[in-house]
């Protein structure tokens, strides 16, 4: 604690300091260093209404009935349907209810995909041992000679696949051809390192990778293709962490998300690299990623303990911003304009268009602010609104390394009538008015708007 908090007599002057708080995580730093208006810890809050800080979205059930936790892929039809498959069964929901399409799949990861020839639509389900295609009203057929693997993609008539090294292809408008000479075939990817493990259609071309490498595939057949070497050290770890965002394509490397446009990869993740870092690799695989909007959503398991997926990484592309989201979720579906994500029980939820009512629970935490001999916090004010269900409380913590807070301002204090309120209040001297900085925690439940905080800071001249 500081001594001589009070000066008597020494010149002062009394200054209004005011700082939102929309620039989000920046934990890449140590957090001394950091804006003031980024924050060490952003959790259930989004940044749509920058510079402010909103409570995110609520999430609304939109299917409990698939009653397993072997849950192998969640897909979509047409930018209308949801699919998945669940141990062995493959089933869409219509309206009301799932409808079966087989039941007889191998219980193993797999992956959906939409497939054009003409005016006609056929999705197509691949994993380790079994490929399958539906044409929408007749039963499934069997994609005969179709690579077993479940990272497949889409592009100008033809299906690719890898397994290994190698890059499969098949023949044009054809998904059940794939050993046609001249036509179907495949491509030795030479300087991958080690086998491939996601695959994409991105910018008129093909992208593939392996753990520590990516390459692009040109061209539309065999007779124009041209492989090109990317990267040698930047790979994909997961190929359900690759999502397109508004032209960006987005995946996870070992040392973090990747944003492509060409060119050279660049990493954009630095400012959350700790929470990748505390990644629980044995479970890379079940890392995925969607997209809603501006937003690009990265489900991990986040601890050494985890064996699921138990943290939701959200980047604002636009903003350059990122945050966090509680959750367990497994995969996510974009279909029109809805966000889909499955939890690791296989309920599913739609992400982006709930109500936040006071079940949903928030918090941000600030930096440290530093005062020393020359500065006294004297009076609070803090800018926000709020819905009639919710509440906020403000704490605070003089120690660098304590997760544990002290209230500050209460609950009662704050006025939630869904207008917007500049509540002020003159701190005891007994709190962080006497000490040589401090870190504020914001927290509450329900829809809240949270727009600056401004101080009034004694700041003696000399």
Avoid at 278 to 299: F, P, Q, R, V
């Amino acid at each position: 604690m500081r001594m001589g908090a009070f000066w008597g007599n020494v010149p002062t002057v009394i200054k209004t300091i005011q700082t939102k708080f929309g620039d989000g995580i920046n934990a890449g730093m140590p957090s001394f260093s950091i804006k003031d208006s980024e924050l060490t810890n952003a959790v259930n809050v989004k940044t749509d209404d920058y510079p402010a800080i909103t409570t995110r979205d609520a999430r609304t059930s939109y299917s409990s009935g698939l009653g397993t936790t072997d849950i192998n892929a969640f897909g979509q039809r047409n930018n209308t349907q949801l699919h998945v498959a669940t141990s062995n069964t493959w089933k869409y929901w219509s309206s009301t209810s799932w409808v079966d399409i087989t039941t007889t799949l191998s219980n193993s990861p797999g992956k959906f995909i939409d497939f054009a020839v003409g005016t006609n639509l056929y999705t197509l389900y691949f994993n380790s041992t079994q490929m399958y295609g539906w044409s929408g009203t007749s039963t499934r057929f069997v994609l005969t000679n179709a690579p077993a693997t479940d990272k497949v993609a889409t592009h100008k008539g033809r299906i690719y696949a890898v397994g290994s090294k190698v890059l499969y292809y098949s023949a044009l408008n054809k998904s059940t051809d794939w050993t046609t000479a001249d036509d179907a075939g495949n491509i030795t990817v030479t300087n991958s390192k080690g086998d491939l493990t996601a695959i994409k259609e991105y910018a008129d071309h093909i992208i593939t990778w392996s753990e520590y490498s990516m390459h692009e595939l040109y061209g539309t057949g065999p007779t124009n293709y041209t492989l090109v070497d990317i990267s040698n050290n930047i790979g994909c770890v997961s190929d359900r962490s690759v999502q397109e965002v508004k032209g960006r394509l987005f995946w996870l490397d070992y040392e973090g998300v990747y944003q492509y446009t060409g060119g050279e990869p660049k990493k954009i993740s630095q400012k959350v690299d700790s929470f990748i870092k505390n990644i629980n690799w044995t479970y890379k695989t079940k890392i995925s990623a969607g997209t809603y909007g501006d937003k690009y959503y990265l489900s991990i398991p986040y601890s050494s303990s985890a064996t699921d997926n138990n943290l939701i990484l959200v980047y604002d592309v636009y903003r350059d911003v990122w945050v966090t989201e509680t959750g367990a979720f497994d995969s996510f579906v974009t279909v029109g304009n809805n966000l889909y994500g499955m939890d690791t029980t296989g309920g599913i939820y739609n992400m982006v268009n709930g109500d936040p009512t006071s079940d949903v629970s928030w918090s941000f935490e600030t930096k440290p602010f530093y005062m020393g001999d020359k500065i006294t916090v004297q009076q609070m004010h803090n800018v926000y609104k709020g819905s009639t269900s919710a509440d906020m409380t403000l704490s605070y913590t003089t120690s660098a390394s304590s997760t544990t807070y002290n209230s500050l301002i209460s609950s009662s204090k704050f006025t939630m009538n869904n207008s917007e309120q500049r509540t002020q209040f003159r701190l005891p001297t007994t709190d962080i008015s006497k000490e040589d900085w401090y870190k504020l925690k914001v927290s509450g439940h329900g829809k809240v708007t949270y727009y600056a905080l401004e101080e009034t800071k004694r700041i003696r001249r000399g």
